[in-house]
């Protein structure tokens, strides 16, 4: 007997020696992700994000299974099929690509980070009993010259954790031959489309035999969202990290801040920052706007000059191994607010603290929302400097005010 990689003792009988030694193999070569072999300064054994154990992932898909059950659909068919398409790579001209981001849902069901995946949750015999199959690109040792290793079936089995893997190819027929005739009842993304080329693999297998019996097709999102709103303690850690290093690149862009400097050359220093702490990419396309161009909701294109005398108003986040941040700052160009900037800044930092202060369980964003666009009504009809040179209409509920003032 020996100590396995798990921490169990493992009785050498042959079969299982080969086993264990296959899987080992598996382990300890580079499969195109952070991998405790490959990163063991960022992931311990059996990670599979920082701090997030593959036993997670198991329990979130498990965690889907019993909130189907509790559905119409869940409570009258024993027979489902979930269907979660991972993203494909995008191009921005040609043959080059832009850097690739896995769609959301599939990240957090299984924590693989490859593109063009799709994962199956089969359930046979009452929910939330299932078995999770993965289907993902095969090893093609030209285009890994290329673009770098992959997990291959065998390697995202292993890492994952997934019940079965296979070749990304054999989807169609697996979706005709094994699901298309038996009545389950089908669970998609049916609201948004992930991945177009899959979506017509899956569509047409699906539906397209002439002996075709899909019980109904249900969406899953609504469910799997309502349970990525609460997050685990490893969860929050990660979220804590990507607002820590955001901040942390907030105060050295102000430090940056001068007149004279370009829109991009801030949003330089941000991304800089961030990646020099560990984010692997921004969050979204910042937004760094001065003077007027502020009142643009998704200015990106950050392509003027800051201007003495003008507020600077940057919104940008960061990614820390999949989750982000997301945070808005003004601040003003020359380093010192003008008075009427003060007066501005100062009302909104107060409904911002009174914003915070509200947060608290069993308050819905709408009415957090609907409180602050009051508070925010009110400070305007306070500020002298609005009495001075606005019109303000205004009505006994303030509705006028908010019409003006608030989006």
């Known amino acids: 007997m020996v100590l396995g990689m798990s921490g169990c003792l493992i009785r050498w009988l042959p079969w299982r020696q080969s086993a264990v030694l296959v899987h080992m193999r598996l382990l ?3 499969i195109g992700q952070p991998t405790a072999y490959t990163h063991p300064h960022l992931l311990k054994e059996e990670e599979l994000l920082p701090g997030i154990h593959k036993s997670e992932f198991l329990e979130r898909r498990r965690n889907l299974m019993r909130e189907m059950a509790t559905t119409q659909a869940g409570k009258t068919n024993k027979k489902h099929l979930v269907i979660v398409p991972g993203a494909p790579v995008q191009y921005m001209s ?10 959301t849902d599939l990240l957090y069901m299984t924590g693989f980070q490859e593109p063009d995946a799709v994962l199956l949750l089969e359930s046979t015999g009452g929910l939330p009993e299932h078995k999770s199959i993965l289907y993902v690109r095969p090893r093609d040792p030209h285009r890994e010259l290329w673009d770098g290793p992959r997990a291959g079936p065998d390697g995202a089995a292993a890492f994952t954790g ?90 050295e862009t102000m430090h940056s801040t001068r007149p004279d400097v370009m829109e991009y050359q801030l949003e330089s220093v941000f991304e ?33 000059e800051l201007r003495a005398g003008d ?60 409180s602050a666009a009051n508070m925010i009504s009110s400070e305007l009809q306070a500020m002298p400097f609005f009495k001075r040179h606005c019109i303000i209409p205004t009505s006994s509920s303030g509705t006028g005010t908010k019409k003006l003032f608030c989006i």
């Open 162 to 251: 997934v019940t079965e893997a296979y070749n990304i190819d054999e989807l169609g027929a697996h979706l005709e031959q094994k699901y298309s005739k038996m009545g389950f009842s089908v669970w998609y993304c049916t609201e948004e489309y992930v991945h177009p080329d899959h979506d017509d693999v899956i569509i047409n297998s699906l539906t397209n035999s002439p002996h075709s019996h899909i019980d109904n097709v249900h969406t899953y999102t609504q469910l799997l969202h309502k349970l990525r709103l609460v997050k685990s303690p490893a969860e929050l850690n990660l979220m804590r990290k990507a607002g820590q290093i955001a901040a942390s690149a907030f105060r």
């Open 28 to 30: 300890s070569r580079d």
């Open 94 to 103: 040609g043959d080059v690509p832009y850097r690739f981001h896995q769609g």
């Open 272 to 304: 800089h920052h961030c990646k020099m702490k560990g984010a692997q990419t921004l969050s979204f396309p910042p937004v760094v706007a001065g003077g007027s161009r502020a009142n643009c909701l998704h200015y990106i294109t950050n392509n003027r």
């Open 311 to 370: 507020l600077v108003l940057f919104d940008a986040g960061c990614e820390y191994h999949g989750y982000v941040s997301d945070v808005t700052r003004t601040w003003p160009v020359s380093g010192q607010f003008t008075a009427g900037q003060r007066e501005l800044y100062e009302a909104v930092l107060r409904v911002k603290q009174a914003s915070i202060k509200a947060s608290r369980p069993g308050v819905t964003l709408n009415q957090l929302n609907r």
